[in-house]
């Protein structure tokens, strides 16, 4: 083989070996997405901006790659074209959080998630943290209450759980103006409650809009209402009825509500579960001899007692559920309690802040509760109070000095620190 001829080899394979020129055009034969199967590839292909038969160079296929990073919605991706086809390998983030509404005036559901996906085809309910596709859907919501007319700046922020330390949801709010209850119109109240329930709604009128918490607020309220007088079955059913009305002052939401008050109901059994911390002897002493109307005051004694003595375990996440059943025939109601105590949460430190060391040995001594133990929120509450009458010098030293507590549990750890403040009242002038 003659030496030119090696050279012309040479060059031939290294021209065919060499990567393509960034402008050199290409035209795939097939455009494929691999490794989120969450979304189609005709929904990846519009939000990268390609259509089949494009004719593309290198530089082109990065710019679609990137729009499609930009939306937040992968952690990574990388594109791989073999002069036939053109692959995206697509690698899903791990931090993709739910819809959530604070104070829109939007019903939120599956015909929202359905308005937005068709607006913006990657929307499937969950999105980035940040990133274009968030912002689409911040713009889309704006759009949507533009056409109810209303002109805001819609925000958009990641909620934080404190429970779980970590984000769960991405919250969209109006901040300015104000978006508050509106007119409250009702029905089904009797005469003789006019007034009153007229009372209520009033009061609600005004305040903060919640999207997905008002409707349920008002209901409450007018429930606790009709309960305290014993109508233990009424029911209220809110919804969002009427025009919304906007200014620049305020944008308010109207809403009417209906009311099915049922009659006044007595008292009958309450029923404890048998391994109740307490007995069933002890509910029926303090209110199984009443047999009278069942009214929200004495009800709520009875729910705050049984919660108390578990907190007093260290139970401080203690779920008390009343299951009411009704005898048409007496007009009385019994009610069977449910009980989930939750964990355990035991002190881990105590700290009396703002006293001298002799004063904080002193009150160290006569502290009972070690770290350790079950927390008893009422022992902290009533702890100085006793501490007083065991010792009177110990009196004296805190004459004029207000005591609060500050108490944070832990969720993770269920352990709880308490910090005592001790702050001596300003003098008389």
Known sequence: MTRFLLLLILAFAALITAPPSQA??????????????????????????????MVLNYAEMNEHSQKLMDTGLFENLSFK???VDLVFTLVPSP?????????????????????????????????????????????????????????????????????????????????APPVQVGAVHFTGVSSALLARVQHIVDRESGTPFDTENSERNLEHAIELFYT????????????????????????????????????VYKLGAIQMPPDSLV?????????????????????????????????????????????????????????????????????AFVKFDNVSDELRSKLMHLWQMLPGDPFDESYVSSFIVKAQKEDSVL????????VSFNVLADPQTHEVNCVLHFTKAPSAP
């Open 279 to 347: 007995t069933q002897a002890e509910i029926d002493k303090a209110f199984g001899q009443q047999n009278g109307v069942a009214k929200g005051q004495n009800l709520r004694v009875a729910w705050f007692a049984i919660v108390s003595r578990y907190k007093s375990k260290g139970y401080l996440d203690c779920v008390v559920t009343p299951h009411p059943q009704f005898d048409e025939a007496s007009g009385t109601v019994n009610y069977t309690v449910t009980i989930d105590p939750g964990p355990i949460y035991h002190l």
């Open 395 to 402: 009196m004296r030293s805190l004459a004029g000095v207000k």
């Open 228 to 263: 305290e007088e014993g109508y233990a079955a009424a029911r209220a059913h809110a919804t969002r009825s009427g025009i919304l009305v906007a200014t620049p002052e305020a944008i308010a939401v109207p809403f009417s509500v209906s009311v099915e008050a049922g009659k």
């Open 24 to 53: 050199q055009k290409f035209q795939p034969k097939t455009i494929q997405f691999k490794g989120d199967p969450d979304f189609s590839s005709e929904e990846l292909m519009a939000a990268a901006g390609l259509k089949m038969g």
């Open 95 to 175: 931090n993709l959080y739910s819809l959530h509404l604070a104070n829109l005036p939007l019903t939120p559901g599956k015909e929202l998630e359905a308005a937005l996906h068709d607006r913006i085809p990657l929307f499937h309910g969950k999105l980035p943290g940040e990133g274009g596709l968030t912002e689409q859907v911040r713009g889309a919501l704006e759009e949507m209450l533009a056409a109810n007319g209303i002109k805001a700046a819609v925000t958009a922020a990641v909620f934080a759980d404190t429970k779980l330390h970590k984000g769960s949801a991405v919250t969209f709010s109006i901040a």
């Open 81 to 83: 074209f073999d002069g």
